[in-house]
């Protein structure tokens, strides 16, 4: 029995097509393919060194800024000083105001405990040992020495011995010293210290390399975790 002539007229758009085989296509694609694989990764690759280059030059680009900010308070006659001084303290604040607060607090307790640590103090309230005076007894030599002659030879000679007495300065009531008070400056000390301050300021920031690798220093050692704890694997909670 046949059937050819029952389905002859069946629509065959639905039929399926034959897949194609891309393992025989003309190797020209394949090269297409691989250059633009390629060409992809050179471009996140790009992208990302970049952006590390960038955070990485951040230790130039605030040396350059602090830079120029110490270079024009040096060349500034003395009306434009104050001006240009007061610039690169504002520069130092915005590009340096947290590192500088985090470090200026954090060096004073450290300090503080280094010379805890170290157990020494200077004394500057007590005079050392052995160089006090002795306590005055108000009395001389010559009177001492006609004490231990007899009580005789004293009373008979009373009215000829003369009694000197010594009394050492008495002892400051406070011993430390005033504090000074504070006055204005004049504007001549004011710009004498402000030159001074910058050329000062100049003389240190100058060195680029030392000065940017310290900043990366800094950023290295902030980043670095450090070992692992052996409490952060067991859960262990905050102290």
Known sequence: MSYGDDFATVDTAGAPLDPTIMIGADPFFWGA???????????????GARSHSGRTDAAH?????IDAAAKAAMKADTE??????????????????KTLAFGGDL??????????LKGEVEDKGHPHVG??????????????????????????????????????????THPH????VKRPMTTK???????????????????RSAREGEM??????????????????QGGGHH
């Open 33 to 47: 393919v691989l250059l633009a694989l390629l060409v992809a990764a050179l471009i996140g690759w790009l992208i």
């Open 61 to 65: 680009a605030i040396w350059e800024a």
């Open 80 to 97: 434009a000083l104050p001006a240009h001084a007061s610039e690169l303290q504002r520069v130092l604040r915005a590009r340096l105001g």
């Open 107 to 116: 060096t004073k307790r450290v300090k503080a405990l280094d010379t805890a």
């Open 131 to 172: 160089s006090a005076p002795a306590p005055d007894t108000g009395h001389s030599h010559n009177e001492r020495d006609a004490g231990e002659s007899g009580h005789a030879a004293a009373s008979s000679n009373a009215a000829s011995v003369t009694i000197v007495s010594v009394h050492g300065l008495a002892a400051p």
């Open 177 to 180: 010293p005033p504090e000074h």
């Open 189 to 207: 000390e004011r710009n004498d210290a402000l030159r001074l301050a910058a050329a000062d300021f100049n003389d240190y920031w100058r060195h």
């Open 216 to 233: 990366r220093a800094i950023v290295s050692e902030l980043c670095d975790p450090g070992p692992r704890s052996p409490r952060s694997g």
